[in-house]
């Protein structure tokens, strides 16, 4: 069974930075686009930022500037560098991969989510 895991959330101060990290773990064949999206509370889900295998990369917004996406293929790893952070980032932050599980076979695969909270 193919699951990504996320860490890094936690409790830091407007200003402050934190580094979230996603890996998937399992049997798969690749992974092809990886992202972030977060969800805060009464609001849906929204798109964070996305890179390609290839690494290019795209930003919402509101993060440009401010976050940093990246991957280590080799270790099947997505991370989220962000900076300068503000209470309106707090939110659930999930991972996203769009795994080929075989040949055949490509899944889009969500993590467990991780709480960040931007609060004095």
């Known amino acids: 069974q193919v699951q990504l895991v996320e860490s890094g959330g936690g409790l830091v101060q407007p200003g402050g930075s934190l580094r979230l990290s996603c890996a998937a773990s399992?049997?798969?064949?690749?992974?092809?686009?990886m992202g972030w999206y977060r969800e805060a509370p009464g609001k849906h889900r929204e798109p964070v930022a996305t890179?390609?295998?290839?690494?290019?990369?795209n930003y919402a917004d509101s993060v440009k500037g401010r976050f940093t996406i990246s991957r280590d293929n080799a270790k099947n790893t997505v991370f989220l560098q962000m900076n300068s952070l503000k209470p309106e980032d707090t939110a659930v932050y999930y991972c996203n991969g769009e795994v080929r599980l075989t040949r055949n076979n490509l899944r889009d695969l969500w993590g467990q989510g991780t709480q960040v909270t931007v609060s004095s």
């Open positions: 890179i390609t295998s290839s690494g290019s990369t």
């Open positions: 399992g049997s798969f064949v690749s992974i092809n686009a």
